[in-house]
């Protein structure tokens, strides 16, 4: 409760002006931001472009935001939506890197569990990611993730079904 | 598995540059804030003051007298024509638009910058959040895309496949001419890119963070290095038979030829952009001057009465324009045969602002 009136209060000096307000907001958000980006898209300069657009979206929406809701779902919309923006749009049409794309930080440093976790939802459609994203590690309810990303409920659950049945295949193997 | 997700690494850095970039945008907002309703009366009187004082013929006098300091005299009230064929594209705050060579003029929408198509059939105009491809005879949009913090769209390749590089807040990025296919490039300075003209490739020209002229072709992903870092680089410019490339650095203007990288330097300090004609001679800016580099040798063009911005040559080499911001002045520059020097004033009145200069396209 007292955090929730903390962020309140952040958000209402962000929208005075204040930058240290929004540093506090950025800094506490980014790194939720940032990792439920990268778990849905597997890429990590993606994750860092769609994590940096979501809040450059947050700024120039800051006037408008209404301070009685919380801020996370709010910025957690636009990253998922933009992260399975990015994921269906790469799957149309090639993207090619001229350095060669990045490994997913998740791929590239966690051992283990965490890496048959990385694979099994790469191997995710990016709709069941997003919906395992936001359930397990950004912890919203089943309703809630309806709302953040327009779904009926029912489609919500059975995307969260789905997808844990196959990643719980992917880290058994 | 909240875990296992928690134990993800976040990169301190993507964090600082995601901050860095964040700053700049919450920087540039402006906060809703209530005017102190005194200040309201008082700003209407200021304001109602310098009209007052303008519209009074000694004021009229006084801006007049300034306008010819800074500007060409004996200017043209508004652009009735321009001196050569070809149609012109400006954008500003006004939007973008073209320019007939009759002087009739066309908006394209609310664009702030934008650049013609490599034979002139379509342009791409780029808004705060918006890149466009526009029929530049109808205004209508054939796509669009939504990126962050839009700059400096360039379009370049063959009449069959054709790629526009522009810059978003943080990066350089080439996308097909139908808007799909969007790659980045590795980390790059601010400086406008340019596309090879008169080849089938596609061919990048663009300056990397330590300001090593640098060619990108997307098409085999392939980035090459053409040149040693330079300090201060201001803008590149291909030639048209694209066999040359000049580069504008702190201290000289180095033209490049590229099958076998050889460089030739010129010790001309504060060039602030350069572009060839369509016979090979190289216009330089700088200070209040407009110069001309032909077969190794710098002279001077134009000087002007205050600092231009922006050089376009006429397709048919014979004209060069430049804007005067601080004199609301066009000018442009006969630079074969006799010279003459035609002004036009109320540049922003006709535009809706300072307009700058996107380039001037053959006619249709």
Do not use: C
């Not at chain 1, 506490?28 to 994590?51: C, F, M, N």
């Not at chain 2, 060579?101 to 066309?106: C, E, I, K, P, Q």
């Not at chain 2, 029929?135 to 769209?153: K, L, V, Y």
């Not at chain 2, 066009?330 to 996107?358: K, M």
């Amino acid at each position: 409760m007292a955090s929730e009136r903390r962020e309140r209060a952040l958000v209402r000096d962000a929208q005075r002006g204040s930058v240290e307000a929004f540093e506090q907001l950025f800094r506490s958000h980014w790194p939720r931001a940032y990792r439920a980006a990268l778990l849905v898209v597997g890429d990590a300069a993606a994750a860092e472009d769609i994590a940096q657009e979501s809040f450059l979206a947050a700024v120039r929406a800051l006037d408008r935001f209404d301070r009685r809701r919380p801020f996370g779902p709010w910025l957690h919309r636009i990253v998922v939506n933009r992260a399975i923006d990015w994921s269906r749009a790469r799957h149309l049409r090639r993207e090619t890197f001229a350095d060669g794309p990045e490994p997913a930080a998740a791929e590239r440093e966690s051992p283990g569990r965490a890496q048959a976790l990385a694979a099994g939802l790469a191997a995710l459609h990016p709709e069941q990611r997003a919906v395992i994203v936001l359930r397990y590690l950004l912890e919203y309810t089943p309703g809630e993730i309806a709302r953040i990303l327009d779904l009926p409920r029912g489609t919500v659950n059975s995307r969260l079904r789905r997808g844990l049945d196959r990643l719980q295949e992917a880290v058994r193997e | 598995m909240k875990r296992l997700f928690d134990a993800i690494p976040v990169d301190a850095e993507a964090e600082e540059r995601g901050w860095t970039v964040v700053r700049a945008a919450f920087a540039a907002r402006e906060p809703r804030v209530r005017r102190s309703r005194r200040l309201v009366p008082a700003i209407v009187v200021v304001a109602a003051a310098v009209l007052a004082a303008t519209l009074s013929s000694p004021g009229r006098a006084v801006v007049n007298a300034v306008r010819r300091s800074i500007g060409v005299e004996g200017a043209q009230t508004a652009l009735f024509r321009l001196p050569a064929p070809g149609r012109l594209l400006v954008s500003g705050a006004g939007g973008t638009w073209v320019v007939s060579a009759d002087g009739s003029t066309r908006r394209l929408g609310a664009y702030s910058q934008a650049s013609w198509s490599p034979h002139g059939i379509y342009v791409v105009a780029a808004s705060r959040d918006e890149l466009a491809a526009i029929e530049p005879s109808t205004g209508e949009i054939h796509w669009q895309i939504a990126r962050p913090t839009i700059s400096s769209p360039r379009w370049g390749g063959s009449r069959t496949d054709t790629r526009i590089a522009y810059f978003t807040e943080q990066r350089l990025h080439v996308v097909a001419g139908d808007g799909t296919d969007d790659t980045r490039l590795p980390p790059s300075r601010r400086v406008v890119p340019a596309w090879q003209p008169g080849t089938n490739e596609h061919v990048l020209a663009y300056v990397d963070v330590r300001g090593r002229l640098t060619i990108f072709n997307p098409d085999r992903g392939v980035v090459s290095r053409l040149s040693a870092p330079y300090g201060g680089v201001r803008d590149i410019a291909w030639s048209s038979d694209g066999r040359t490339i000049a580069l504008a650095a702190a201290h000289e203007v180095v033209v490049f030829t590229v099958s076998d990288g050889r460089a030739r330097s010129v010790r001309v300090t504060g060039v602030r952009a350069v572009a060839f004609a369509a016979d090979g001679r190289l216009a330089l800016l700088r200070g209040n001057g407009v110069l001309l580099l032909s077969h190794g040798r710098v002279r001077t063009l134009f000087v002007a009465p205050s600092r231009p911005a922006g050089i376009a040559w006429s397709p048919d080499g014979r004209w060069l324009l430049s804007s005067l911001p601080l004199a609301d002045q066009w000018v442009f520059v006969q630079t074969r045969g006799a010279r003459r020097v035609l002004a036009v004033s109320h540049i922003r009145r006709q535009f809706g602002g300072e307009p700058s200069l996107d380039g001037w396209a053959p006619s249709a």
